[in-house]
């Protein structure tokens, strides 16, 4: 029988009347299968590796550069920790064979030239907080660097750590199919296929720059506030989406990142996904966040050619007290 989407499907009891195959199909053996299937998993994993490691590349400037910018900071040393949890479920055991994922937080991979990287941390070490506890890289505990120690195949170890202050908002890797990035006023998350189609590391910046802004601005608690007085969510959205482009551009400048041209990713985006040239819902069109992208690239430039600081121009009242 056909479902609404015209999908063939069975139920067990009528599995006799169900429409089979007509040819004898090949069988591969199952330690082919095996074989495959392991071959593809670890290709995978490696594509996952390198990804996760541009993803810190990228991220750790625009974090560190806006440390000042960001009302909560911890130190960061560097380091990317994983465990099983971090992957989708039907992939945690593979990401374990591959990727030494465990249980409990442990180090997949260190940043060149990291504080990490100076004090000696490695692949498969644990971060251990004053509990004693592992803990990932952007545990609470990491408010100071004093408060953790190294444990190594089960010895604890006394390095001296030293972090970076950077903002404190995680930055994630999902194995995702969907072209996407978010942020949930903790963390920032962005798709291995959004990984794909941001081609160059500026464009990139550009979607950790405005994850970081709806962080940074609160937009997630403001949207939700807007849904319960309005019940319109996606005209309330919007404005909040126009405020994190203009916002995570001034954050990708400050951490030297190139703007020329980089507004040319809502060209691409809306040219691979014509819907959103025109349908405006949740999010602006992606001509008018082109162009309004281009603008505010004009006025960072601006403040450059004039020496003065690399801030967004808030409306009377609004401008957060940075500390200076
Ligand atoms: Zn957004």
């Not at 498969?124 to 004693?132: E, H, M, Q, R």
């Not at 990932?136 to 750590?161: C, F, T």
């Not at 995680?170 to 995702?176: R, T």
């Not at 349908?279 to 162009?291: A, D, I, S, Y």
Request: hydrophobic letters at 40%.
């Amino acid at each position: 029988m056909k479902n609404r989407l015209g999908i063939v499907f069975c139920f067990g009891f009528i599995l006799s009347a169900c429409a089979s195959v007509e040819t004898r199909l090949p069988v591969p053996s199952p330690t082919q299968l095996a074989m495959e299937t392991g071959s593809q998993e670890a290709e995978a994993f490696a594509r996952y590796l390198k990804m996760r490691k541009r993803l810190d590349k990228v991220s750790a400037p625009i974090l560190a550069a806006n440390a000042e910018l960001c009302k909560k900071n911890r130190a960061d040393f560097g380091v990317v920790t994983h465990a099983k949890k971090s992957y989708p479920k039907h992939l945690r055991a593979a990401a374990s064979r591959h990727l030494g994922a465990e249980d409990s937080p442990i180090v997949l991979l260190v940043r060149e030239a990291s504080p990490g990287a100076k004090a000696g941390i490695r692949r498969g070490d644990v971060l251990i907080n004053a509990k004693g506890k592992p803990i990932s890289a952007y545990d609470k505990s990491l408010k100071h660097a004093d408060n953790v120690h190294i444990r190594r195949a089960g010895m604890d170890m006394k390095i001296p750590l030293n972090g970076d202050r950077v903002c404190d908002y995680a930055v994630a890797l999902k194995m995702s199919g969907a072209v996407n990035a978010y942020a949930n006023g903790k963390s920032i998350v962005v798709t291995t296929a959004m990984m794909d189609f941001a081609g160059s590391d500026d464009e990139l910046a550009l979607v950790v720059g405005h994850e970081l802004a709806h962080n940074t601005m609160g937009h997630v608690r403001k949207a939700i506030w807007n849904t319960v007085i309005s019940g319109f969510a996606t005209r309330t959205t919007r404005p909040f989406e126009s405020e994190a482009d203009y916002i995570g551009l001034y954050y990708m400048a400050r951490a030297g990142y190139k703007l020329d041209g980089v507004e040319d990713f809502w060209r691409r985006l809306g040219v691979t996904y014509p819907k959103s040239i025109v349908r405006e819902k949740t999010h602006p069109v992606t001509p008018m966040r082109l162009l309004a992208i281009r603008l505010a690239v004009a006025e960072v430039e601006a403040k450059r050619a004039a020496g003065t600081a690399l801030l967004p121009n808030y409306l009377p009242g609004k401008r957060p007290d940075y500390g200076q």
